[in-house]
Each structure stands twice: as structure tokens, then as C-alpha cells.
């Protein structure tokens, strides 16, 4: 299982100071306000008596106010001095012990089997980004919360020590006060993580299909595809939305809780006490304990967010966990990567059903060509590979997790190359460096003509290029693509028939390491795949 291990916060020495500053400071704190209610209460007592009696008078100026004056301001200023140093030496134990797991999970990750197996490591930013957040989550949990949740739990029971003293039948109120409160905070906590923990799932599903869908406008403008693609996302952005604001509501329903509890734990303590007798300077006891708790609910008012904080750590946690190392797997580079595609019945992308296509399998090193007479369903097919088109019969299934994982791991490239009024950089659509670029330009026969026109920051324009350096362009971008799987649509189009073959089998070297599926018409092109697939009607 990866964890972050819990900080040993008193026998690591690196905790160990940060742990004695917070405890001071809480207790400061506490302190702070528990002896500032006293003294405002006593204060208050030595003037009502003022009121009454001959001497009254000079027993209100003989109270002595020095040393419980002296006493704030002590705790008043170790407090603040206590906040700043205790955010030192937390922030630098902290770090360390980041630095040291953070190796060990990155390590872990670069040779994880899923890794491994989707080849993301290499391109996935979204993989990647979900990657560090849950890391994160994870370190936040553990490493700045653990602190203020151990000085909080201090607090607590100094608190409960000073009711149980000053007024012993308020103890059981506090406790069962304390009790609900707590369980209502976590059971709350748990399911804002679990909304929040879903509004995440959907906002990446929706960044993996929204950016692909935008980039395939062009070519699925024709199809009627495209609106109901586009509506499938912005319904998900609908549903983040309404995660994300159940979460908010249910986090405030524990601050609200939290921050109640605090005051109402003041009531009781003195309440209970008054009720069984104690008045006047008999009470006061009770009033510091009462201002204590106040104090204390200051104190912990941060513990919504460290409950959420937790229960989405536990969430982070399961997913780091499925990039577990494997590293034998990922030494072994003879493992392969596998495309298999049953016999089935090909639909148009309007539900017209074509043809039976029998089944294959392609994998990594080992390119599979279709082949069939026009119009009997090969770009059908490649799409529906690509989990842009999905029919059943007459229905379109729906945009479901088969899809959006075929999304993310397949590279398209149709036959009309769409080009971008951008530069030739941009219209690459890759984010690897010039030397790259470059050497993708050179393999597909466009290195020369590019550098004539003023390099990778030129301008492009659809009417710029000829059809054939358009399809050359495409090209490129499926070799500077990384998804594992490239599928290509008519690749020698456009191109002469010794060009066509010349770059076929320059572009199935630079993927040797990729599943590569084309169709094409031209049987010397099929002739460089190990297997070729007919399709007909
Ligand atoms: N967007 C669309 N709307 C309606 N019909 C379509 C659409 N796309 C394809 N079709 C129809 O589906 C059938 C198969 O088209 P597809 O492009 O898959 O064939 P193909 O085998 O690749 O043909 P070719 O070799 O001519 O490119 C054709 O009859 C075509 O008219």
C-alpha cells in the first residue's frame, strides 16, 4: 500500500520542536482567554461589591490587578511569538519529510504497471496532474494536519480536566455534547470528500474528452457528431458543479456545528454550576473553565477542513495506490501491448449498418492494414476503434468509459488533414522540443520546405500548403503524438505511390514501439503491415 507515514511528532527530533512550540501556543491561548474571562468576572464581582457596604469602596481598589494583568499579557505575547516559531519548525520538518517520500512515490510511479502499460508517462499531463493532487492531498493530511490535530486533542482534554474539577456535573453534558458533535462532523466530512472526490473524477473526464473533441471538430463536422459530443461534456461540467456545491453545504453545516459547540460548552460549564449553587467567587472557577472551552473551539475551529482534508487523503491514497511499482514488468520490455478487435458488425457513423468485420489483433512491432472497396466501412471502423462513434444497431451508445479510455489512448489521423491559420509549431500539436519537431519534419519529407518558409514559427494556412504536404503534416503530428495507439486513414494519400511507401515504412519505425492500425487502398502500403484485414460487403 502507499502511504505517507504519519509523523512520529515526538520521537523524531526534527517534529519533536515544532510539537513543544504548538503545545505551548495552544495552551497560551487558552490560557489567554480562560484567565481574561476570570478576570473580567472578578473584576465585575469586586465592583458590585463596591456598591454595597461601608468599605465596599476600598475593597474594590484594594483588588489586586497586577499579577492577573501581568499574566495576560505573558500569554498574549508567547502566543504570538509561539504562532510564528511554531510555523517554522512545522514548515521545516514538514518539508524534510517530503522530500524523502516524495522520491519514494515518484519512483514508484515512473515504474508503475498502469504507467507502464498506457505509455502515459510520456505525454499524459492530465495522468500526471491527478498524479501530484493526490500526492498532495495525501501530504496535507498527514504532514500540516496531524500537528493542529494532535494540539487540538490536548486542548480538549485540559479543557474536560478543568471542567471535571470546577464543576463535575457538567462532565457528562460536555462529553455527549462532544460526542454528537464529533460524530456529526465526521459523517459529514466523509461525504463532502465523496463529492468532492466525484466532481474530480468528472472534471477530468471532461478535460480528457473536451480538449479531444475540440481538436477533432474538423473532421467530425460532417457527421452530426459533434453536438451531441460537445453537449455529452458540457452535461458533465453540470454535474462537477453541483458536486462541488453539495460539498460547500455540507462543510458548512459542520462549521456551523463546530463553531456552535464551542459556546455552547461555555453555557453549560457555567450554567451547570450556577444550577448547583456555586455563586459569586465560588463561580469563577467555573467561568475560567467556561472560557477555556472557548478558547479551545477557537482553536480547533479548523477541524472541518482537517476532517475533509483526511477522508480525501483516504481517497488519494487508493488511487496512488494502483501505481503501485512493479518494476519486473516494466524491465521487461518484451511484454506487449495489445489491440483486439472481435469480429463484429460495422456501422456508419449514423447507425447504417455495412458490413461484418472478422477479428483482429494488433500489438506493439506488429502493424495490421485494412483493406476493402470504398465505402464498405474502414474509416468507420477506425473511428469507432477511437471511441469517436460507437454504434449498437439503430441507438448510439452513450459517451461511457470504454469510449473516453479510447479517447486517451489513440492517436487518429483522418484523411483530410485539417490545418490551423498558426504557426507550423502549433499545427504540430506537440509539446516535444525543436530537435523533435524537427526530425518528425524530416521523416515525413518536410523538413526542407518548412525551413524555406521561416521555420517552426511560421505561419500556416489551410490554402498554404498543397494536399499532399497537408497529409505530410498530419503524418507528423501521429509520429510526434503519444498515445500507444496510432490509427491512420488513407496515410499515402496525396502522395506518390514511392513517396507513400517511402514514408510508410519511415513512420513504422518511429512507432515500432506503438500499436499501428491503417487503411489504405494501395496494396504496396498494405503489404509493409504483418497483417492484413479485408473488409467487404
Ligand atoms: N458522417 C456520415 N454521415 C452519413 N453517412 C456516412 C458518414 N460517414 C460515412 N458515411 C457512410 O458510411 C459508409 C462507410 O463510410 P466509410 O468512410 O467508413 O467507408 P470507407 O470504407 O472508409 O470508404 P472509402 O474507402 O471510400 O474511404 C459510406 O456509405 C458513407 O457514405
Redesign the pocket.
Same mark, same amino acid.
Given at each position: 500500500m502507499i502511504r505517507i507515514p504519519l509523523p512520529a511528532l515526538w520521537t523524531d527530533k526534527s517534529w519533536r520542536p515544532a510539537l513543544i512550540i504548538a503545545l505551548v501556543t495552544a495552551l497560551s491561548g487558552l490560557l489567554l482567554v480562560g484567565v481574561s474571562g476570570w478576570f473580567l468576572s472578578s473584576v465585575a464581582l469586586a465592583g458590585a461589591a463596591a456598591g454595597v457596604g461601608a468599605t465596599a469602596g476600598a475593597a474594590a481598589f484594594a483588588y489586586n490587578y497586577h499579577l492577573p494583568a501581568g499574566l495576560i499579557r505573558l500569554f498574549a505575547i508567547t502566543r504570538t511569538a509561539g504562532k510564528y516559531a511554531e510555523r517554522l519548525a512545522g514548515h521545516a520538518a514538514a518539508l524534510r519529510d517530503q522530500m524523502k517520500h516524495r522520491t519514494r512515490l515518484f519512483r514508484d510511479m515512473a515504474s508503475a504497471r498502469t504507467v507502464y502499460e498506457d505509455g502515459w508517462q510520456l505525454s499524459r499531463d492530465d495522468q500526471l496532474g491527478a498524479f501530484i493532487d493526490d500526492v498532495e492531498k495525501v501530504e496535507f493530511a498527514t504532514l500540516r494536519a496531524s500537528l493542529p490535530a494532535m494540539t487540538g486533542m490536548v486542548l480538549v482534554a485540559v479543557c474536560l480536566v478543568a471542567t471535571a474539577i470546577t464543576a463535575p456535573l457538567a462532565l457528562p453534558f460536555t462529553l455527549l455534547l462532544l460526542v454528537v458533535v464529533a460524530f456529526y462532523s465526521r459523517h459529514m466530512a466523509e461525504k463532502a470528500a465523496q463529492q468532492c472526490h466525484d466532481a474530480q473524477q468528472v472534471e477530468a473526464d471532461w478535460s480528457r474528452t473536451l480538449g479531444r473533441q475540440i481538436n477533432a471538430l474538423v473532421p467530425l463536422a #460532417?457527421? +452530426? @457528431?459533434r453536438k451531441a459530443a460537445l453537449a455529452g461534456s458540457f452535461a458533465l461540467i453540470e454535474q462537477s458543479t453541483h458536486s462541488r456545491s453539495e460539498q460547500a453545504r455540507l462543510l458548512a453545516g459542520v462549521e456551523t456545528a463546530t463553531g456552535l459547540a464551542a459556546p455552547m460548552l461555555m453555557m453549560l460549564t457555567i450554567g451547570i454550576a450556577w444550577q448547583t449553587g456555586m455563586t459569586g467567587e465560588t463561580l469563577l472557577p467555573a467561568i475560567f473553565a467556561g472560557f477555556l472551552w472557548l478558547a479551545a473551539g477557537e482553536a480547533v475551529s479548523g477541524l472541518p477542513r482537517l476532517l475533509l482534508a483526511r477522508a480525501q487523503a483516504r481517497y488519494a491514497e487508493q488511487s496512488l495506490e494502483s501505481w503501485q511499482g512493479a518494476e519486473e514488468y516494466a524491465r521487461d520490455s518484451t511484454t506487449p501491448l495489445r489491440l483486439t478487435v472481435e469480429q463484429r458488425d460495422?456501422y *456508419?457513423?449514423?447507425g447504417?449498418k %455495412?458490413c461484418t468485420v472478422s477479428g483482429f489483433t494488433a500489438e506493439r512491432g506488429r502493424a495490421v492494414a485494412i483493406t #476493402?472497396? *470504398? #465505402?464498405? +466501412?474502414?474509416? *468507420? %471502423?477506425i473511428?469507432e476503434i477511437a471511441g469517436w462513434t460507437d454504434w449498437r444497431g439503430k441507438t448510439p451508445a452513450p459517451l461511457g468509459a470504454r469510449r473516453i479510455v479510447a479517447r486517451s489512448i489513440c492517436h487518429l489521423s483522418l !484523411?483530410d488533414a485539417a490545418i490551423m491559420a498558426a504557426s507550423v509549431r502549433d499545427n504540430l500539436f506537440s509539446s516535444a522540443d525543436d530537435t523533435s519537431l524537427w526530425q518528425a519534419l524530416e521523416t515525413v519529407e518536410l523538413a526542407d520546405r518548412i525551413r524555406q518558409n521561416g521555420g517552426l514559427d511560421s505561419a500556416l494556412e489551410q490554402d498554404s500548403l498543397s494536399l499532399g504536404e497537408a497529409r505530410r503534416i498530419s503524418l507528423a503530428r501521429a509520429i510526434l503524438s503519444r498515445e500507444p495507439v496510432v490509427l491512420l @486513414?488513407?496515410p499515402g494519400e496525396h502522395l506518390d505511390a514511392a513517396q507513400a511507401k517511402r514514408l510508410m515504412q519511415k513512420l513504422l519505425v518511429e512507432c515500432r514501439n506503438r500499436i499501428v492500425v491503417y487503411?489504405t !487502398?494501395d496494396e504496396r502500403l498494405a503489404a509493409l503491415a504483418q497483417e492484413q484485414v479485408h473488409?467487404g460487403f
Open positions: #460532417g457527421n +452530426g @457528431d460495422v *456508419s457513423p449514423i447504417t %455495412l #476493402g472497396p *470504398s #465505402g464498405c +466501412g474502414k474509416t *468507420s %471502423l473511428k !484523411h @486513414d488513407e487503411v !487502398h473488409m
